[in-house]
């Protein structure tokens, strides 16, 4: 069984308790510290005001970049996949090709 425990962020000067796996308190953290960061920068901009408004722009930020770099992730994979199967595809046709002339 995982053993939880507790920690304390700090985000926008406001602490918070958390619960989670030991394990990750390290990730944890610096979520907290990746999140602080980037609800910092809007609210220097001041554009947006309030710590709900701050919040809830630092989340659809911090989404948007997530899936931009998933969508480059799987073009990558898919790109990866094609390259690989053509490859094997290559190999396929030299490997029969390597039979025929052995007969």
Avoid: W, Y
């Avoid at 796996?21 to 944890?28: D, F, Y």
């Avoid at 480059?72 to 898919?78: A, F, K, V, Y």
Wanted: proline residues 1%.
């Amino acid at each position: 069984m995982t053993e939880t425990t507790t920690v304390s962020v700090k985000i926008l000067e406001k602490e918070f308790q958390v619960s989670c796996p030991a394990e990750e308190v390290e990730a944890l953290t610096a979520a907290a510290g990746f999140l602080d960061q980037q609800m910092r920068r809007i609210r220097e901009a001041g554009k947006v005001f309030g710590i709900d408004r701050i919040a809830v722009m630092a989340a659809l930020n911090i989404t948007h970049e997530m899936l931009q770099k998933r969508q480059t992730l799987g073009e990558i994979q898919s790109d990866h996949n094609g390259r690989a199967r053509h490859l094997t595809d290559r190999i396929m046709v030299a490997l029969a090709e390597h039979k025929q002339l052995k007969l």
